[in-house]
């Protein structure tokens, strides 16, 4: 049995998708991190270091309980585990492992950073949020350019990729207009959103944050300083 920690936050839906990908059992526990339980002395027993999403699969590797706490390795794990959202020929899974990295190391930070400014009070006329919103109109053009060429995001195949890559994109296609006009990376959202298990995931908590309306007073104080 495994137990996933999760919320409506994109890192988290990320290990949502794959645990229902993943076919394997589990029990979810909706961490709300608008009511602080990310901070409960209980979850920081999970993870200590008090994010979301977080796994424990308590018959891991050698029959031992095993605790993650990042969605790409959460994720990757899943794969793993299962042999689902992994191509079987060895250079489509190299490509997986080359745009997942790309979409954890390259694309998510320019991202997160503008948006947790925007999140900080930030004018969006601030010059400071220019080099961020330069960086991730640049990588999501770049991801834009890979989907014009192939189905899904590491090939022709539905992968550990598409799952990293689809919740933040549905929330910068929201938040940011030219990222939301980005013709190819429309197909593909069209595509994924109609994938049952994306669908499902998505929904979960879908009455709680993030927005950027809804976030609370102190977060936006905590980021300030
Ligand atoms: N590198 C981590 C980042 C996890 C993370 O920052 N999660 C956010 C929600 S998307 C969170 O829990 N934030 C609460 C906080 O930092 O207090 C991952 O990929 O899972």
């Not at 002395?41 to 994010?51: C, D, R, S």
């Not at 990588?139 to 550990?160: C, M, N, T, W």
């Not at 908590?205 to 007073?217: H, N, Q, R, W």
Request: glycine fraction near 6%.
């Amino acid at each position: 049995m495994i137990d996933v920690y999760t919320a409506n936050t994109t890192n988290a839906q990320r290990a949502s998708i794959a645990m229902l990908e993943s076919g394997l059992a589990f029990t979810t526990h909706h961490i709300d991190l608008y009511q602080s339980q990310h901070r409960t002395p209980e979850y920081l027993a999970v993870n200590p270091n008090g994010t979301v999403p977080a796994m424990t699969d308590h018959d891991g590797p050698g029959g031992k309980p095993i605790t993650l706490t990042q969605s790409v390795g959460i994720v990757w794990y899943l794969a793993e585990k299962s042999g689902c959202m992994m191509p079987e020929s060895d250079y489509e899974r190299v490509m997986v492992r080359e745009w997942s990295l790309f979409l954890a190391t390259d694309l998510y930070p320019p991202f997160a950073a503008q948006y947790y400014l925007q999140w900080a009070g930030i004018d969006a006329s601030d010059p400071s949020l220019d080099v961020f919103t330069v960086t991730m109109n640049a990588r999501y053009k770049h991801l834009d350019e890979q989907l014009a060429d192939h189905a899904h995001v590491a090939g022709p195949g539905f992968s550990i990729a598409d799952v990293l890559a689809y919740p933040m994109s549905v929330l910068a296609a929201r938040e940011f207009p030219q990222i939301g006009a980005l013709p190819n990376l429309r197909r593909w959202m069209d595509e994924l959103c109609e994938r049952p298990t994306i669908a499902e995931a998505m929904s979960w908590f879908a009455d709680s944050g993030p927005g950027l309306d809804k976030v609370p007073e102190a977060w936006t104080k905590r980021l300030k300083g």
